[in-house]
């Protein structure tokens, strides 16, 4: 009979511990998500990198390829390979905007398609 009245106290203190309360304020939910929006340039493959960087850092990236599309159309394939692999790992997205232009999104953007 004794060890079912410990129990029944033990019980009741974790019941007690469980019902403890955190107070959430008004200004948890103000807080404000500002993406960064970075405007590049490919201009030669080693350009990559430093638009992986900027993704790696969740930073979307509105990328001019028509430099490096006019000179040496390989090496913008190769590029353009290689971010669609970040992305990827990422988790992020990538639409081209006509023939000029790629915009790349790290993982918390998405691109509406509708």
């Known amino acids: 009979?004794?060890?079912?009245?410990?129990?029944?106290?033990?019980?009741?203190?974790?019941?007690?511990?469980?019902?403890?309360?955190?107070?959430?304020?008004?200004?948890?939910?103000?807080?404000?998500?500002?993406?960064?929006?970075?405007?590049?340039?490919?201009?030669?493959?080693?350009?990559?990198?430093?638009?992986?960087?900027?993704?790696?850092?969740?930073?979307?990236v509105l990328l001019s390829i028509q430099e490096l599309r006019k000179r040496n159309i390989n090496d913008l394939k190769k590029s353009v390979e290689k971010l669609k692999a970040t992305i990827k790992a990422l988790n992020g997205d990538i639409v081209g905007i006509d023939d000029n232009y790629l915009l790349l999104t790290p993982g918390y953007a998405r691109i509406y398609r509708g």
């Open 1 to 60: 009979m004794p060890f079912k009245k410990i129990l029944e106290k033990i019980k009741g203190k974790k019941e007690e511990e469980e019902k403890e309360e955190i107070e959430i304020t008004e200004e948890a939910f103000k807080e404000e998500i500002k993406p960064k929006i970075k405007i590049d340039k490919l201009e030669s493959y080693t350009d990559t990198t430093r638009i992986q960087e900027s993704l790696r850092n969740g930073i979307i």
